[in-house]
């Protein structure tokens, strides 16, 4: 079997529209399995880690490879929902074809929208699968005038359903106008287009023609003269359309019932596009992908408690055999592949030589993280690794015993190589170790995860907010240190005068002293001294920022003075300046975008006007509209359950550190009063 005998097709979608169902149903096409998976005992080929099955939806891709009709398919099946976006941005750098589920039930659905920008900017190519047609209110003209409508006339309807809901008995062919019912069974049956169908079959059929000429100038100027093409020339017209990115194939069925797989599994063989066609990836080193030599991208690593760490990797050029020594670009060592199988699942199956535009794994190779890159040993090229979306939520966690505590950072650290979205900080303005993520879900499943894999239990509570103090006011003050307790004692003063940068985030310390009044050598020390203070708070123990601290006059002592006694003194400087500076809160402020459906616009505006937000735009993404506002971290660290909650699951957000400013008084009250509490 060479590179033109497979295909890499990753499974994309909101969540809850069948694409583990799918995955699961060509498998069972393919004769891997013999019933199909989680619909009869909750468990299935691509989603078998424990909080999978627990919460019977994908929280990370997964590999299903099949064989039909002489050709390799490698399935990967991924997450539906925002928390696991991560997952889809990493399989899409390893697929040649996206293929999009949509439940004919709820349409075309927020994350579609999203996944369906990010495959573009991979430059893949798309096609879709409409699902659940044999459920109630399930309508495949509703779902094809929405796909359409979205995503312009590119659209292509391949086939259209035999039947409707739970009399859906097969699919309809729209160029060759031949009609295919299962009677029961997992491969189709020839058989003649009803004739209450052979009016939409017609009229499908044109809009299909039209889809098709528009990717070809010499299709489309015989197309106005009145010659229509021929069914090869639609297919091929078809399939030079999907690698263009300008046609986008609609084919349908049930999942569940094995209706339509054994068609779309032959059209993923005859008219998916071939490894060598899809665009290469962009490049962080080098000037091209090389023509010889050996080139691989790592898009997943795992651990496994009894393998060890497992990495997954798509092949670009040349082939690599088991035992073959590589480079490891960026770490820039050398690895050995031992151990190279292929995974289906959970399960591993030892292969000698992985070909050019194939997948496969690799153990032990510990330099090994997602986004490396596998090439000959003096080779230049590096392939760049996939965007990595920015975390919207944070928990602090802590050790819940001394044993957790020893081997909590080397957990942390394996959980955020496995997963290039979760990160990991030590915050020492509020001294806690912080983990986040792309929401709930998404770190319930990381520290479910530790517990499983690192055997470290952890209790969280949400973050300390990092506010700031600032002031606003001046002051002219003395800071006075003297103390003697028999033999050398301590001595110094300094005068300062303590005003408001212009810069609110900064801070300055100016030497104003003439005449050596506080010796040289001594200054530094009133200027560690003041920032000690300053980091210590003013009114409810945040660092205090937007400060200039002049220092213009002093006394010393010629035995008793030194730094000691001068760092003190600045330290009681600011002590003596407080009440007088009118301080204040600063709050951070974060950058907040929502995709949300045009329905729920007023109610997500509603809510963000209600945490103190102010929205800066609106803006519409097809179906979806898109919300700017500014709104204060203290009102957004729970956003993601309430974003879920108001939408059902249809919005989405991302969220970034915006700048700080002032806190209104009745928050300002409420930090000090907490900060009083923890005293």
């Known amino acids: 079997m060479g590179p033109d005998q497979i295909r890499n097709v990753v499974l994309v979608g909101h969540g809850g529209s069948g694409k583990t169902a799918l995955a699961e149903a060509l498998a069972h096409l393919s004769g891997l399995t013999t019933r199909m998976g989680r619909i009869e005992d909750g468990n299935t080929i691509t989603d078998f880690e424990p909080e999978e099955i627990a919460r019977e939806s994908s929280v990370a891709l997964a590999l299903a490879p099949i064989e039909w009709s002489g050709f390799k398919i490698n399935i990967i099946d991924t997450p539906g929902y925002a928390d696991f976006l991560g997952e889809v941005l990493a399989a899409l750098r390893a697929a040649d074809l996206a293929l999009f589920v949509v439940s004919a039930v709820d349409g075309v659905e927020v994350q579609t929208e999203a996944i369906w920008r990010l495959v573009e900017q991979e430059g893949i190519a798309r096609a879709v699968f409409v699902n659940k047609l044999d459920r109630e209110r399930s309508s495949h003209s509703r779902t094809l005038s929405q796909l359409k409508e979205i995503f312009g006339t590119g659209i292509a309807p391949l086939q259209v359903p035999i039947g409707s809901e739970h009399e859906l008995a097969g699919v309809a062919n729209l160029v060759g106008g031949e009609g295919y019912v299962y009677h029961g069974s997992p491969i189709a049956t020839r058989a003649d287009v009803p004739e209450e169908a052979k009016g939409l079959v017609a009229d499908l059929h044109t809009s299909l023609v039209e889809?098709?000429?528009?990717?070809?100038?010499?299709?489309?100027?015989?197309?106005?003269?009145?010659?229509?093409?021929?069914?090869?020339?639609?297919?091929?017209?078809?399939?030079?359309?999907?690698?263009?990115?300008?046609?986008?194939?609609?084919?349908?069925?049930?999942?569940?019932?094995?209706?339509?797989?054994?068609?779309?599994?032959?059209?993923?063989?005859?008219?998916?596009?071939?490894?060598?066609?899809?665009?290469?990836?962009?490049?962080?080193?080098?000037?091209?992908?090389?023509?010889?030599?050996?080139?691989?991208?790592?898009?997943?690593?795992?651990?496994?408690?009894?393998?060890?760490?497992?990495?997954?990797?798509?092949?670009?050029?040349?082939?690599?055999?088991?035992?073959?020594?590589?480079?490891?670009?960026?770490?820039?060592?050398?690895?050995?592949?031992?151990?190279?199988?292929?995974?289906?699942?959970?399960?591993?199956?030892?292969?000698?030589?992985?070909?050019?535009?194939?997948?496969?794994?690799?153990?032990?190779?510990?330099?090994?993280?997602?986004?490396?890159?596998?090439?000959?040993?003096?080779?230049?090229?590096?392939?760049?690794?996939?965007?990595?979306?920015?975390?919207?939520?944070?928990?602090?966690?802590?050790?819940?015993?001394?044993?957790?505590?020893?081997?909590?950072?080397?957990?942390?650290?394996?959980?955020?190589?496995?997963?290039?979205?979760?990160?990991?900080?030590?915050?020492?303005?509020?001294?806690?170790?912080?983990?986040?993520?792309?929401?709930?879900?998404?770190?319930?499943?990381?520290?479910?995860?530790?517990?499983?894999?690192?055997?470290?239990?952890?209790?969280?509570?949400?973050?300390?907010i990092p506010y700031r103090e600032t002031i606003r006011g001046t002051a002219d003050v003395e800071g006075k240190h003297k103390k003697q307790s028999g033999g050398r004692g301590q001595f110094g003063v300094a005068f300062l005068r303590f005003a408001p940068l212009d810069t609110p985030d900064g801070y300055q310390f100016v030497n104003d002293i003439k005449g050596g009044s506080i010796p040289r050598q001594y200054i530094p020390a009133v200027d560690k001294g003041v920032q000690e203070a300053l980091a210590r708070g003013l009114i409810a123990g945040y660092p205090v920022v937007g400060v200039q601290a002049s220092v213009y006059d002093g006394k010393y002592h010629s035995v008793d003075s030194d730094e000691m006694s001068f760092r003190m003194a600045g330290i009681q400087a600011v002590k003596a300046a407080a009440p007088k500076l009118n301080a204040t809160l600063l709050e951070p402020i974060m950058t907040v975008t929502v995709r949300v459906p045009e329905s729920l616009m007023g109610e997500v505006i509603g809510d963000l006007n209600a945490k103190r937000g102010r929205v800066m735009g609106m803006e519409a993404e097809g179906m979806t509209r898109v919300v700017t506002a500014e709104v204060p971290l203290a009102e957004m660290q729970r956003y993601s359950i309430d974003l879920r909650s108001l939408t059902s699951g249809r919005g989405s957000f991302e969220m970034a550190f915006g700048h700080y400013e002032e806190a209104p008084p009745p928050e300002v009250q409420r930090v000090i009063e907490a900060s009083h509490q923890d005293d």
């Open 211 to 464: 889809a098709v000429v528009e990717t070809d100038d010499q299709l489309l100027e015989k197309y106005f003269e009145g010659e229509e093409p021929t069914g090869d020339q639609l297919i091929a017209g078809m399939h030079k359309g999907m690698v263009d990115g300008t046609a986008f194939p609609v084919l349908c069925g049930s999942a569940t019932r094995m209706i339509g797989i054994d068609r779309l599994a032959e059209f993923i063989v005859k008219y998916g596009p071939r490894p060598s066609e899809r665009p290469a990836p962009p490049l962080a080193s080098g000037d091209a992908l090389p023509d010889d030599g050996k080139l691989a991208y790592v898009f997943k690593t795992m651990s496994d408690p009894y393998v060890g760490r497992i990495s997954l990797f798509r092949v670009f050029r040349g082939s690599i055999a088991h035992d073959d020594e590589l480079e490891v670009s960026p770490a820039g060592n050398r690895g050995r592949m031992h151990n190279v199988f292929l995974m289906r699942g959970k399960e591993h199956e030892d292969m000698d030589k992985v070909i050019a535009g194939d997948i496969a794994a690799v153990a032990k190779l510990e330099s090994l993280v997602a986004g490396s890159t596998l090439r000959t040993i003096g080779s230049n090229v590096a392939i760049e690794p996939v965007f990595v979306p920015r975390p919207v939520m944070s928990l602090a966690v802590f050790p819940r015993s001394s044993q957790d505590e020893e081997k909590l950072s080397t957990a942390l650290q394996r959980a955020a190589e496995d997963d290039p979205t979760v990160e990991v900080e030590r915050r020492a303005d509020t001294n806690q170790t912080i983990i986040s993520g792309l929401g709930d879900a998404h770190l319930e499943v990381t520290i479910a995860r530790l517990a499983r894999r690192y055997g470290v239990e952890v209790d969280t509570q949400l973050p300390k």
